[in-house]
């Protein structure tokens, strides 16, 4: 029986797990007063930079003894920073549940080669954040981006702990309350939750890890790019806007308008709000058929960004063909865009529910996934 296509279609058909759906207000125009043929170390340059760290201050409720600084090369560029200029003093945890857990993994085992106990869990699953030992340095994502899998809080993290937790929060700054007391190295784009222009990552380091980088020099050398201390001190300048290399002030311009738009609707708790309602309008559609499921074992650890969905039905004999064809569809109708699962993650979709995706377009795609399913559903059927 040939399927019949919903007549409602989302306004906005980009679901993608990054670069993320811009806020639903933006336009090219918001960008106008971007300070474009300027130094961004002139006058102009450094207020707006200075004006997006302490705007992201406000806005995430990170304590006034933090430091904040944006850095090259994204969420990757910060996280490979920390991981570089402060490992090595103590033994590690390497935390993974997925694929960049498992890359910070790699870095520190087979580039930094320091001493690491490596816990990790398979995609749908978490490692047990209790059961770690917090007097060494401990290195973990917060949101497991391609597995849709989430640490569900940071009560377990000691607060008399030893050692630094440097937390991956890429695809959870902005649409989860962090827990700063329990954080040491936090590290984000704002490409994800906020729609940000690529390339530009942001670190932001407590006291204790100021400490850390003002005691210990690491017995490999550092490139340029990932000094953070000059003569044993901080490089204070990189958390007032001073940056290492030369940022984008138009990508600054546009992560402005995000911070903005954020305030806009509530700040973090309205982030946090609006992100959640998406999630559970994906989660409410997969529990109420039995042929797709959250990928998350544990909805306790669901994630509400990057849900991640598998197929469940015994008549698909090749998942990743089956995955496939079916966000094609979607794609080919102009109903979800880029939607398909990270490549390394098991055959299914990854539907960014993040802050700037509006819940009416979640809903309206939903039944367009149905349809998509049981369509190529009929499709394997007649091709048997």
């Known amino acids: 029986m040939a399927q019949t296509a919903p007549a409602a279609r989302p306004a906005n058909p980009r679901f993608s ?19 474009l043929g300027r130094s961004h170390r002139a006058a102009v ?30 969420d ?48 749908g699953d978490i490692v047990d954040m209790a059961a770690l030992n917090y007097d060494n340095d401990v290195c973990f994502t917060w949101n497991g981006t391609t597995s849709g899998v989430r640490v569900p809080t940071g009560d377990v993290i000691p607060a008399d702990r030893e050692g630094l937790t440097l937390c991956d929060a890429t695809s959870a700054a902005f649409a989860m309350d962090l827990p700063w007391d329990k954080l040491d190295v936090t590290t984000f784009s704002w490409q994800k939750v906020l729609g940000g222009e690529a390339a530009h990552g942001v670190l932001i380091l407590s006291p204790r890890a100021v400490a850390r980088l003002e ?15 000059k003569g044993g001190k901080l ?9 290492i290399n030369t940022p984008s002030m138009l990508c600054v311009e546009d992560y402005l308008f995000a911070l903005n738009w954020s305030k806009e609707v509530g700040g973090l708790k309205g982030l946090v709000a609006r992100s959640e309602a998406n999630a ?34 015994d008549r698909i004999t ?24 990270y490549r390394d993650a098991p055959a299914g979709l990854r539907i960014w529910c993040g802050s700037t995706v509006e819940t009416a377009d979640i809903e309206a795609m939903l039944p367009w996934l149905d349809y998509a399913f049981h369509a190529e559903i009929e499709a394997l059927a007649e091709a048997a």
């Open 76 to 123: 990757t560029g910060a996280y490979e920073m920390a991981m570089w200029s402060m490992l090595g003093e103590r033994p590690v945890e390497m935390v993974a549940w997925e694929s960049f857990g498992a890359g910070w993994v790699t870095d520190a085992v087979k580039q930094l080669k320091i001493d690491a106990t490596v816990h990790t869990a398979e995609y």
């Open 235 to 243: 490089i204070d300048g990189i958390f007032t806007g001073a940056t």
């Open 17 to 35: 797990s990054g670069p993320c759906a811009k806020p639903p207000t933006w336009t090219l125009d918001a960008l106008s007063d971007a300070a």
């Open 280 to 313: 559970k309008a994906v989660w409410d559609f997969c529990d109420a058929r039995d042929w797709i499921a959250n990928l998350a074992n544990d909805p306790a650890t669901r994630s509400t960004t990057s849900v991640c969905l598998k197929f469940t039905d």
């Open 45 to 74: 340059g450094k207020t707006k930079l200075k004006d997006a760290i302490e705007t992201t201050r406000e806005i995430l409720g990170v304590p006034g003894d933090y430091k904040i600084g944006i850095v090259p090369a994204s």
């Open 215 to 229: 005691s210990y020099t690491p017995a490999w050398p550092l490139p340029k790019i990932f000094r953070l201390t």
């Open 318 to 341: 090749d998942g990743a063909a089956f995955a496939k064809a079916v966000a094609k569809r979607l794609e080919v109708e102009g109903i979800a865009l880029d939607i398909g699962a």
